[in-house]
């Protein structure tokens, strides 16, 4: 069984930066393209990055494009998510999820999920 675990969210304000990184806790996942997707109060989950087994290939929703930056470092079974000039609709709870296949990891139906970290960007 591989566990997923968040960590790196908190309060910031508009325009600021905050890291989000995802531990794993096999290095299989290190075969395994991984994602970030987000959730905010009364809304539905989305996708925001995706990243393929050797980071050679990374996805980012429109949203976030030319904001965030999605990486990973196989040493550390860790995949990031660096989120510069943060928005107050950036607001939500953030999830990495893991998955044998790029196509699914982009989905909602990946295999592993972690619990999440809430980020908040206040105006």
């Known amino acids: 069984q591989v566990q997923l675990v968040e960590s790196g969210g908190g309060l910031v304000q508009a325009g600021g930066s905050l890291r989000l990184s995802c531990a794993a806790s096999?290095?299989?996942?290190?075969?395994?393209?991984m994602g970030w997707f987000r959730q905010a109060p009364g809304k539905e989950r989305e996708f925001v990055a995706a990243?393929?087994?050797?980071?050679?290939?990374?996805l980012y929703a429109d949203s976030v494009k030319g904001r965030f930056t999605i990486s990973r470092v196989k040493s550390k079974n860790t995949v990031y998510l660096q989120m510069n000039s943060l928005k107050p609709e950036d607001t939500a709870n953030y999830y990495c999820?893991?998955?044998?296949?790029?196509?699914?990891?982009?989905?909602?139906?990946?295999?592993?999920w972690g619990q999440g970290t809430q980020v908040t960007v206040s105006s």
């Open positions: 990243i393929n087994w050797n980071g050679g290939n990374t």
């Open positions: 999820a893991a998955d044998p296949y790029y196509e699914i990891v982009r989905s909602m139906a990946a295999t592993y």
């Open positions: 096999r290095p299989t996942v290190n075969t395994y393209p």
